[in-house]
């Protein structure tokens, strides 16, 4: 069975940073481009960002680019999100999602206030 | 960017009827277009990956269809438990996109 759990949310003021976790198991990590997802509270689901196999290739979606940066440990079975410059509009629930968005987690939660 | 727009946006629905959710690109995308079921305080499961093929577990009752630029999600015959948002997706470029979501609520 393939589980996928995040960490690493929190309360964290505007201009701050945070790096969220998330550990994979049931599959290998190595052979998939892993993800990153969010939702805003009561609104859609919004793709972050995902990264290749051997991490040469990384997208990012419009909002965040320049700002998160998408990074993995394979051998750690194991993908991050580094988030730098956080906005109000950061405020989400962040899911990891595994074998592109085959498999996902429970989600973590983000919220960027003062 | 890629534009999903689904249609409808709510749907009321009774036990065994059959449910079509739409889903239209604002450009060609071919078959790299996926489902997900997210109940209430859940996360997103997968239900069909690329247009048609149902993910591994999914009920039959679900089936997807369509190419290009108009998708399909179909629910048979109806159940309580399906009561949800359903959302498509698109991976044919970046940045990846989603649809607003068609809530499913159950008479």
């Known amino acids: 069975e393939v589980q996928v759990v995040e960490s690493g949310g929190g309360l964290v003021q505007p201009g701050g940073s945070l790096r969220l976790s998330c550990a994979v198991s049931?599959?290998?990590?190595?052979?998939?481009?892993v993800s990153w997802a969010r939702q805003a509270p009561g609104k859609g689901l919004e793709w972050v960002a995902n990264?290749?196999?051997?991490?040469?290739?990384?997208y990012y979606g419009d909002s965040v680019r320049g700002r998160f940066t998408i990074s993995r440990d394979n051998a750690k079975n194991s993908l991050y999100l580094q988030m730098n410059s956080l906005r109000a509009e950061d405020t989400a629930v962040y899911y990891c999602a595994a074998a592109g968005l085959d498999y996902w987690g429970q989600g973590t939660v983000v919220t960027v206030s003062s | 960017e890629v534009v999903l727009t689904q249609s409808p946006d709510f749907q009321s629905v009774t036990p065994k009827e059959k449910v079509t959710i739409t889903c239209r690109a604002s450009q060609s995308i071919g078959s790299s277009l996926h489902w997900y079921q997210q109940k209430a305080d859940q996360s997103p499961k997968l239900l069909i990956k690329?247009?048609?093929q149902p993910f591994s577990g999914v009920p039959s009752r679900f089936s997807g269809s369509g190419s290009g630029t108009d998708f399909t999600l179909t629910i048979n015959s109806l159940e309580v438990e399906d009561a949800a948002t359903y959302y498509c997706?698109?991976?044919?470029?970046?940045?990846?996109?989603f649809g607003q979501g068609t809530k499913v609520e159950i008479k």
């Open positions: 049931g599959l290998i990590m190595s052979n998939y481009w």
């Open positions: 690329y247009a048609s």
């Open positions: 997706h698109q991976s044919s470029s970046y940045p990846q996109t």
């Open positions: 990264i290749k196999q051997d991490g040469s290739q990384k």
